[in-house]
């Protein structure tokens, strides 16, 4: 190659590299403010396209046109009523002055320490100006008495006058207030999440527990009352039948002994003589066994019946 073609590619690789310098496109979700020298020049820049700048005199900074996110950090607070709660935010934000934006907070990085003070000073004034149950809460409506433990249970929750979508429009809006010559729009704020510290957890744990071991203890001894209640007409309903199947027994038995009467007696109307005999036999089986001997005098009734017999 001679050095007049290494010239010749050497000025158009410099010109292309001038031209491509100078020239920059602008995506759908941008917005571009052009700087000289680190001063702004013109207005900010948001029609998606190619676009032309002096080379390496002038920088083009890009911002997002799109909505953004802020998470603040979860904050200890004391509402009005001395109840320490843990809250933790979020909201939504965008850039609409581009240029205000860029010349009182450079960046989305200054935009969200900016945030951060603004927002987490405004929630914490907010919730230290209303009670415990204006922060839970987003309305008066009560409970329903299908999910109570017992008809007893009648607590009629506490009234509030605005609740939580009160507080989030109030730091809303003074939020708003402080950011207007920020170059940007606050578009929502959220509370994201409420909870007790841990110390007043321990002591609300301690509640519901001793708050649930009354409800326990109180189905215990219903239900040991309905057992002994039961279990008392079980036994009435045993001792109605013993005593029934006594008297049928009763009964069944003096039928049986009148009619062995009957039948004793017509056998001694028959043969009165044989009918003493037969129990004269049935004493002495009672009275005596193989091994026993029986001694009997000469004018013994059963002597005389097995004398008569022979």
């Known amino acids: ?21 100078g020239v920059y496109t602008i995506d759908e979700t941008e917005q571009v403010i052009i700087t000289q020298f680190g001063r702004p020049v013109g207005d900010a820049l948001t029609e998606p396209g190619i676009h032309f700048k002096l080379p390496f005199i002038q920088v083009a900074n890009r911002f997002d046109n799109r909505f953004l996110e802020w998470d603040g950090d979860a904050n200890q607070i004391p509402t009005r009523d001395k109840r320490f709660i843990w809250v933790d935010t979020y909201a939504r934000w ?3 002055d581009p240029l205000r934006f860029f010349e009182r907070l450079r960046d989305e990085l200054g935009a969200q320490s900016r945030l951060d003070d603004i927002l987490d000073g405004e929630t914490r004034n907010a919730i230290a100006r209303h009670d415990l149950v204006e922060v839970v809460r987003s309305s008066n409506r009560q409970p329903d008495p299908g999910l109570l433990d017992s008809e007893e249970e009648t607590a009629v929750l506490e009234e509030i006058e605005g609740g939580r979508a009160t507080i989030t429009a109030e730091v809303l809006t003074r939020a ?14 959220q ?13 609300v744990f301690a509640r519901m527990i001793a708050e649930r071991n009354r409800v326990a203890e109180r189905y215990r001894s219903e239900g040991e009352g309905e057992a002994a209640r039961i279990r008392g007409e079980g036994e009435r309903e045993l001792q109605r039948i013993q005593s029934e199947a006594y008297r049928s027994a009763q009964v069944l038995q003096g039928e049986a002994d009148a009619e062995a009467t009957e039948v004793y007696a017509e056998a001694y109307n028959r043969d009165a003589s044989f009918y003493a005999f037969m129990k004269s036999l049935e004493t002495l089986e009672e009275t005596a066994d193989a091994n026993s001997t029986l001694i009997l005098s000469t004018d013994a009734d059963l002597l005389e019946y097995l004398k008569a017999a022979q």
């Open 191 to 203: 509370l994201k999440r409420i909870n007790y510290v841990a110390e007043v957890q321990q002591d």
């Open 1 to 21: 190659m001679s050095n007049q073609q290494t010239i010749i590619l050497v000025v158009v690789i410099a010109v292309v590299f001038v031209i491509s310098s």
């Open 94 to 96: 965008r850039i609409v």
């Open 176 to 189: 708003k207030e402080r950011i207007t010559d920020l170059g940007i729009e606050l578009i929502d704020f």
